[in-house]
T-cell receptor, first 113, second 116 residues
Framework: DSGVTQTPKHLITATGQRVTLRCSPR?????VYWYQQSLDQGLQFLIQ???????AKGNILERFSAQQFPDLHSELNLSSLELGDSALYFC????????????FGSGTRLTVV | AQSVAQPEDQVNVAEGNPLTVKCTYS??????LFWYVQYPNRGLQFLLK??????LVKGSYGFEAEFNKSQTSFHLKKPSALVSDSALYFC??????????????FGRGTSLIVHP
């Protein structure tokens, strides 16, 4: 157990639908990062939150959004889903990488059918 | 923008032989470099990092990495490979993103296959 918890582990949904992925960071970590992993694109950074505020954006589509709540858990919302959104979505947390690097959850496998 | 490249999609090695997984990077300032390992259906696990100091960094499971500033490389090594080392290995560099944050950028990964 890495200390970063992601739910659900698997998700199957239809095109056009909306889903929410959840991440609880490692205890004491204020920063949460979301990544998308697909075979053709590798590991792509989506977005980062730090203590409830958005800090950085990567290759995140407008159909995707995220937030970090006061208890520091984060949610990634994916809407108007397309087949190409099928991927593994990882959450990572850190203390800005100063001590233990970045700790990853085990991911949510999203399948859009 | 900062980037990292892993030139080999796959590395094959016999059990007991030394292994090297290559990584090169491009940064504008001082690099913070990481290696992670991913086993099937699992998240990425931290192996080691280089921030400053000794160019040879020792990490988990007997892995080490050598930082070479002149060649902008950070190759992952292990003196004697195990079949259980077979996994996907990612090199990462810490990038200064927008808003003053530090975003790790990952390479595309190298699949290490250790043959019995």
């Amino acid at each position: 157990d890495s200390g970063v918890t992601q739910t659900p582990k698997h998700l199957i949904t239809a095109t056009g639908q909306r889903v929410t992925l959840r991440c609880s960071p490692r205890s004491g970590d204020l920063s949460v990062y979301w990544y998308q992993q697909s075979l053709d694109q590798g590991l792509q950074f989506l977005i980062q939150y730090y203590n409830g505020e958005e800090r950085a954006k990567g290759n995140i589509l407008e159909r995707f959004s995220a937030q970090q709540f006061p208890d520091l858990h984060s949610e990634l919302n994916l809407s108007s889903l397309e087949l190409g959104d099928s991927a593994l979505y990882f959450c990572a947390s850190s203390d800005l990488g100063r001590r233990h690097g970045y700790t990853f959850g085990s991911g949510t496998r999203l399948t859009v059918v | 923008a900062q980037s990292v490249a892993q030139p080999e999609d796959q590395v094959n090695v016999a059990e007991g032989n030394p292994l090297t997984v290559k990584c090169t990077y491009s940064v504008s300032g001082n690099p913070y470099l990481f290696w992670y390992v991913q086993y099937p259906n699992r998240g990425l696990q931290f192996l080691l990092k280089y921030i400053t100091g000794d160019n040879l960094v020792k990490g988990s499971y007997g892995f080490e990495a050598e930082f070479n500033k002149s060649q902008t490389s950070f190759h992952l090594k292990k003196p004697s490979a195990l079949v259980s080392d077979s996994a996907l290995y990612f090199c990462a560099v810490r990038d200064l993103g927008s808003g003053g944050s530090y975003i790790p950028t990952f390479g595309r990964g190298t699949s290490l296959i250790v043959h019995p």
